[in-house]
């Protein structure tokens, strides 16, 4: 593939079966080359329709991105109540643990996203309530943003990876100042990342738009990438190493990421270090007021 093309999967071009994307699982044959660490599947169920996953040395988040969910992890049930759309706030999540079966179904139909890394350690099923997530609104002006951090290593007790949404309402940048986790050093973790997005028109809109955000990932070293990528609702972009931000709101048009990191490296953490160019940028928050359009 081309050097930019094998890092964006458009919606239909990373599907298996009944999966609308299946990347980077031990499932499915979609693994750019040196993609190890994390992995991302949907699906779009109807009413009473299933999904399973086998047992796999790999551990998992069943995040619903619409409609409530059911979840049997080696037979036990847990019921996830869902939300009406990703930009409805958070919505309850199930960590399932590593070598577990898991069949999901959507009792009134559904969409959902499975965020997964390869992992060894066990640690116990865990069922996240919307109210217990935390909600972060990060930067201020028009780089505000909400975060729920329902996966991340102060909210969840996992082996390998760190999960969380973010919404960007119109015109707005998040992932910025651009950053970088890609190498293990004091002060920085290596972790592969991707962005699962969805967008929508922003309130007031016409009938017969065109929701549309944009991402960008470039070379911090030696190794070459260079992305510039529209995106909409079921589009993926796979960050390897390389700055990445802004990811970008177009003004008339919210967006939404799911975001799945994970490395080699001994520690579960997000260190990141800003592209020197533009880390000057988080200084001029201080004294400005976050957008009032959050929390969704």
């Known amino acids: 593939m081309a050097e930019s093309s094998q890092w964006v999967y458009p919606l239909g071009s990373a599907g298996d079966g009944t999966w609308d994307i299946s990347l980077g699982a031990g ?46 992890v080696d037979g036990t049930e847990y019921q996830l109540r869902g939300r009406s759309s990703v930009f409805a706030g958070p919505s309850d999540v199930l960590y399932t643990g590593v070598d577990t079966a898991v069949v999901v179904s959507a009792p009134e139909g559904g969409r959902v996203a499975v965020a997964l890394a ?8 865990r069922l996240i309530r919307s109210e217990d997530t935390p909600v972060e609104l990060r930067g201020a002006g028009n780089c505000s943003r909400q ?3 329902f996966g991340t290593p ?3 007790e996992a082996d390998r990876f760190i999960v969380c949404e973010v919404l960007t309402p119109a015109g707005n940048w998040s992932s910025y100042p651009p950053h970088k986790h890609d190498e293990e050093k004091d002060g920085e973790t290596s972790l592969e990342e991707i962005y699962y997005f969805e967008t ?16 960008r990932v470039y070379a911090s070293d030696e190794r070459p990438i260079d992305v510039t990528a529209e995106v909409r609702t079921g589009d993926v972009v796979l960050v390897p190493y390389g700055w990445h931000g802004p990811a970008m709101a177009a003004p008339g048009y919210d967006l939404y990421y799911l975001n799945v990191m994970a490395g080699p490296g001994r520690v579960r953490e997000w260190l990141i270090s800003d592209d020197p160019h533009h880390g000057w940028v988080r200084s001029t928050w201080e004294n400005t007021q976050i957008d009032p359009r959050l929390p969704f």
């Open 154 to 156: 102060a909210a969840l």
């Open 118 to 125: 390869p992992a060894r350690a066990g640690y116990p099923v």
């Open 200 to 215: 929508r028109p922003s309130a007031g809109a016409p009938d017969g738009t065109d929701p549309v955000g944009y991402a």
């Open 147 to 149: 975060v729920h951090n």
């Open 27 to 72: 499932d499915t044959a979609v693994r750019p080359a040196g993609w190890e660490h994390t992995g991302l599947k949907t699906a779009r169920l109807q009413p009473g329709e299933a999904v399973k996953l086998s047992a796999e040395a790999e551990e998992r988040i069943i995040i619903p991105l619409e409609g409530a969910l059911s979840v049997s």
